[in-house]
T-cell receptor
Framework: GQNIDQPTEMTATEGAIVQINCTYQ??????LFWYQQHAGEAPTFLSY????GLEEKGRFSSFLSRSKGYSYLLLKELQMKDSASYLC?????????FGAGTTVTVRA | NAGVTQTPKFRVLKTGQSMTLLCAQD?????MYWYRQDPGMGLRLIHY???????AKGEVPDGYNVSRLKKQNFLLGLESAAPSQTSVYFC???????????????????FGPGTRLTVL
């Protein structure tokens, strides 16, 4: 199985930085995804890591360490529109296994 | 290019009734998926399909059936609805053999807007 753990909730202030951690226990996977999901909407792709290291996309960065079973999503210069759930998912044989998601609330 | 669409958006059923949820994609994707999303449990895979005419069970298949008669459509059926099937259902698709993936990798899944189902 693939136990994927994320914190349930996080709160941060507009303009700040938040780091969402994702830990997993699995025998193997192709890559690790992060999706963003606003309340009442569909999940949308944020980032993908297949190799260890940091992937940067504007205000969002994602890091993967396969040896440590660990990933994080870093959100910089937080904006109110970043209030959403962030889902960590592992891919294997074209299927995704999701964590329960982390709800981030950005306060003014 | 509509991406992934789902019908209906909302539905209320009584216990024991049946219904079919329709998913359509216009990206010529090979793979399609049905998930349910419940509070605190994340997205769980119900059934999936790796091509027209093929289906396979996911993590939580009991009480559901699927069919993929056409490449662009993936149907999810509930033969006898139960209150435990109250949930938000998402369809997703991935993997085109015709073009490089625009986002992430060939594993990247694109989701429909969801169907909110309540079973009384």
């Amino acid at each position: 199985g693939q136990n994927i753990d994320q914190p349930t909730e996080m709160t941060a202030t507009e303009g700040a930085i938040v780091q969402i951690n994702c830990t997993y226990q699995t025998s193997g996977f192709n890559g690790l995804f992060w999706y963003q999901q606003h309340a009442g909407e569909a999940p949308t792709f944020l980032s993908y890591n297949v190799l260890d290291g940091l992937e940067e996309k504007g205000r969002f960065s994602s890091f993967l360490s396969r040896s440590k079973g660990y990933s994080y999503l870093l959100l910089k210069e937080l904006q109110m529109k970043d209030s959403a759930s962030y889902l960590c998912a592992l891919s294997n044989d074209y299927k995704l296994s999701f964590g329960a998601g982390t709800t981030v609330t950005v306060r003014a | 290019n509509a991406g992934v669409t789902q019908t209906p958006k909302f539905r209320v059923l009584k216990t024991g009734q049946s219904m079919t949820l329709l998913c359509a994609q216009d990206m010529n994707h090979e793979y399609m998926y049905w998930y349910r999303q419940d509070p605190g449990m994340g997205l769980r895979l119900i059934h999936y399909s790796v091509g027209e005419g093929t289906t396979a069970k996911g993590e939580v298949p009991d009480g559901y059936n699927v069919s993929r008669l056409k490449k662009q459509n993936f149907l999810l059926g509930l033969e006898s609805a139960a209150p435990s099937q109250t949930s938000v259902y998402f369809c997703a698709s991935s993997y085109s053999t015709e073009s490089e993936p625009p986002l992430g990798s060939t594993d990247t899944q694109y989701f429909g807007p969801g169907t909110r189902l309540t079973v009384l």
